[in-house]
């Protein structure tokens, strides 16, 4: 991508020189045991930790140390906070169009672990979006994963995950994330695959963002497809896949990688929200 490094965005918490409360009472082995159990027993085994009143212990310790960081890390830094004004700037504009105010979602820069408004933030779980307290969380090592793991590098790679996640935010301020989470409460047979069209159109609404800086000439020759094998990495057949566990179509939350690339193209092309409806009609 053409961009020009700037400051860090006023809308980005570096928490990355951090310590997580819960270390100092558990020792980082128990830290572990619990960062697996979690991650077998898909069940937040850290908030048992917080029984009673005792949520200082997940909260982020108040000695925050200095961050140690590389060049190459800072230059990411810059990235992520250029992307998240720029994506944030294009929805106000877009929104405000429509009617709706613009609320800035902030982005939390963490290690290891963090506690977040929807429960405690691990690394392992990959970036996400927190419709309770409007922050995307994100350790920086995602995207090295993203690129050795996945096999999708590139910086427009990057900006894919990050616009993505900024697309549940404009999911919460029109309405959908609730709309959506109400019928799953309704219908817990349909919740997954309700799930599937909430991710999609979140793919969708990060190729309406890549359609404005194509617009702008910000894009790089390549960038699309970065981004574009960037979705269908993440695709959920290709995850399970990766983890030899075979493809489950019943339990996929986030839709195909087929599904991914195809509706982040359909944004690109359109750069228009009301394209991005995955919730009625077919989704391939």
């Keep these: 991508m053409r961009w020009t490094p700037g400051r860090v965005s006023s809308d980005i918490e570096d928490r990355r020189g951090g310590r997580f409360g819960g270390f100092g ?11 697996i159990l979690s991650a077998v027993f898909h069940r937040d085994f850290f908030s048992l930790l917080g029984a009673g009143n005792d949520q200082a ?41 429509r009617g709706v105010p613009y609320t800035h979602a902030r982005m939390m820069l963490f ?20 419709p309770t307290d409007g922050r995307i969380y994100l350790d920086l090592g995602f995207f090295n994963e993203l690129k ?16 993505h996640e900024l697309g549940h935010h404009i999911q919460e301020l029109v309405g959908t994330e609730q709309q959506v989470r109400q019928a799953q409460q309704q219908n817990p047979a349909d919740a997954n695959a309700l799930s599937v069209r909430l991710e999609l159109q979140a793919d969708c609404y990060a190729g309406v963002w ?7 000439d910000l894009l790089d020759p390549g960038d699309v497809n970065e981004g574009l094998a960037a979705a269908a990495a993440v695709g959920d057949d290709r995850i399970q896949q990766s983890a030899g566990e075979g493809v489950h179509p019943e339990s996929f939350t986030h839709g195909t990688a ?6 982040l193209q359909r944004g690109l092309r359109s750069g228009n929200p009301a394209d991005c409806d995955t919730f009625s009609g077919p989704i391939d």
Excluded: N
């Excluded at 009472?25 to 960062?35: C, P, S, V």
């Design 57 to 97: 212990a997940l909260s982020p310790s108040a000695e925050s140390g200095p961050v140690a960081t590389t060049p190459a890390e800072d230059t990411l830094v810059l990235f992520m906070s250029f992307v998240l004004d720029d994506a944030q700037q294009t929805w106000d504009s877009l929104l405000t169009q």
């Design 258 to 263: 087929a599904e991914r690339a195809h509706w």
């Design 25 to 35: 009472r558990l020792g980082i082995g128990g830290f572990l045991i619990l960062l």
């Design 148 to 163: 050795q793991r996945f096999g999708a590098p590139g910086d427009f790679a990057e900006a894919y995950v990050v616009a």
């Design 210 to 216: 890549g359609h404005s800086t194509k617009q702008r």
């Design 111 to 130: 290690r290891d672990a963090v506690q977040s408004g929807c429960g405690v933030a691990q690394s392992a779980m990959g970036p996400f979006y927190c």
